[in-house]
């Protein structure tokens, strides 16, 4: 079965990735956790995603395209306009994803128990959809 | 859709007392036992249940505990019930935790747990599962699955006793709790003191497992003088008492294995000879992965490293992190440096505990 693993951070944790100091520690980290995922075989495919302020957010409303910035809160959109300010720093946000080809949801859950982020922010593990029948 | 005898079940507590006795007995359990503040609260309790229990099993001579917890134990450890339920079926029915709280303990998604529960209780029923003790000749084999299922939920608990969410704290606390409550009622059970003077003593260790800055602290380097003395000398005590009835067993040579270690805090140094010699025998008993791995740590340590690194090899538990954080030992002291820092990465990848993690991760650049 597949699932979709993804790891949410907060603001504080993306900043960990370019923290002279503590970048080499938080990133071999998810390295080695990668690297047993990739040598047990489960990986399908997957990625880490660059920061959220690097984010654009696309709506379409009665035929008006209306684009956000990624860092700002997806909050109500009037006209357009952003209604909500920047994010907090414990707000979570999607940091990475996998496509595990795992036998079951307790396989899946132990693997993303494993993830950094489990530890210090949160990791959601999701059942891919399967094909839509035709 | 639930079947209706399953969704049933899972309402009797609200529509009191049913026909069916075990079901009786379940919620009285509950009664007695849950609804109540726990940790600090349950051991007060504990202690009081604990003497009276042993004074009843003092006044009754033949034995017959008039305790319905043993006979729930017994019921949650039936053969016919899914391994992996007991020790969550123990927990609801004996100690009163919500499934909410026991999926939380065993990792599982609330739901998941819930189902497994009312599955659980409907096989309980379905199968006729009696709800008698079972009968003298029976009772080593159906002893064993109860202790092996608290010994599962102590493991879960060690494992996640740091865990920076306070919902895993407490579950190591909850299984010794259900050992003493089996070693009360059943003072002649051997491998159940075994099996508490094993966890006592790894509580007696818990408070040296981080150093003051919250990181993980290996065993080698723990700090003797931070190892709690009086439930090592409990643990003592508990394994002296066992041995008098001279039927060895998984749960006491593991228990003895931590006596050993509990000897550095008189010694300083660790008899790695002896614990080489009594993993020897527990691999008789119980060859299970971990017991082969701890077997394979315990040789490195004692001088034997290409010994430690074959046996490792022929189990090729390639998704067990201890297999790959032992095998990386195994391989320093080999002086084979880059597989051992391959090793150690490949540990810290499979590991759920961030110390541990940053451990290993400095190990593989030391």
């Not at chain 2, 609260?41 to 009081?48: D, I, M, P």
């Amino acid at each position: 079965m597949q699932y979709m693993i993804l790891f949410n951070e907060t603001a504080r944790d993306f900043a960990l990735r370019s923290d002279p100091t503590r970048a080499p520690a938080h990133m071999g980290a998810w390295a080695a956790y990668i690297d047993a995922m990739a040598k047990a075989g489960i990986i399908v495919h997957g990625n880490g995603l660059m920061p959220p302020e690097t984010g654009t957010i696309v709506r379409v409303r009665n035929g008006v395209r209306s684009l956000q910035d990624g860092a700002l809160q997806d909050g109500a959109l009037q006209d357009g306009a952003v209604q909500d300010g920047p994010y907090a720093d414990s707000k979570e946000q999607v940091g990475g994803y996998f496509i595990l080809e795992v036998p079951d949801l307790d396989t899946a859950l132990e693997w993303a128990a494993r993830s950094p982020s489990a530890s210090y922010a949160s990791t959601e593990v999701r059942p891919v959809m399967p094909p839509m029948p035709q | 859709m639930p079947r209706a005898s399953a969704w049933r079940w899972k309402t009797w507590p609200a529509r009191g007392i049913p026909a069916r006795p075990e079901a009786w007995l379940l919620t009285a359990a509950r009664r007695v036992l849950g609804h109540r503040a726990r940790h600090a609260q349950v051991r007060n309790v504990a202690a009081t249940a604990l003497a009276q229990l042993a004074e009843e099993a003092q006044s009754n001579p033949a034995g017959a505990t008039p305790d319905h917890r043993l006979n729930l134990l017994f019921v949650c450890a039936h053969p016919a019930i899914d391994p992996a339920i007991q020790a969550p079926l123990m927990l609801q029915a004996v100690l009163g935790l919500d499934a909410a709280r026991i999926a939380a303990c065993f990792l599982v998604p609330p739901a998941a747990m819930g189902q497994r529960l009312v599955r659980a209780k409907a096989k309980i029923r379905d199968a006729g599962i009696g709800f008698a003790l079972p009968a003298p000749a029976d009772l080593p084999p159906r002893l064993d699955g109860v202790l092996r299922a608290i010994y599962a939920a102590y493991g879960t608990g060690w494992d996640e006793a740091f865990a920076a969410e306070s919902r895993h704290v407490g579950l190591a606390e909850e299984a010794v709790w259900l050992a003493r409550l089996v070693v009360a009622l059943l003072p002649d059970a051997a491998e159940a003191k075994g099996l508490l003077a094993l966890m006592l003593h790894c509580e007696a260790r818990r408070p040296a497992r981080r150093d003051g800055s919250g990181a993980f602290v290996p065993l080698a380097r723990q700090d003797t003088a931070r190892w709690d003395r009086p439930m090592m000398e409990e643990a003592e005590a508990l394994l002296r008492e066992a041995a008098r009835a001279a039927t060895p067993g998984r749960l006491q040579l593991e228990a003895a294995i931590q006596s050993v270690h509990a000897e550095r805090t008189a010694t300083g140094r660790t008899d790695w000879q002896a614990i080489v010699a009594l993993y020897g025998l527990l691999a008789q008993l119980s060859p299970t992965v971990g017991v082969q791995v701890a077997r394979a740590a315990a040789l490195a340590e004692a001088g034997d490293p290409a010994p430690s690194l074959a046996l490792l090899d022929a189990l090729a538990a390639t998704d067990y992190q201890p297999w790959w954080a032992c095998r990386a030992r195994a391989l320093t002291l080999l002086g084979r440096r880059a597989e051992a820092q391959a090793a150690f990465r490949h540990a810290a990848g499979l590991s759920t505990d961030p110390a541990v993690r940053t451990w290993l991760l400095a190990q593989a650049e030391a």
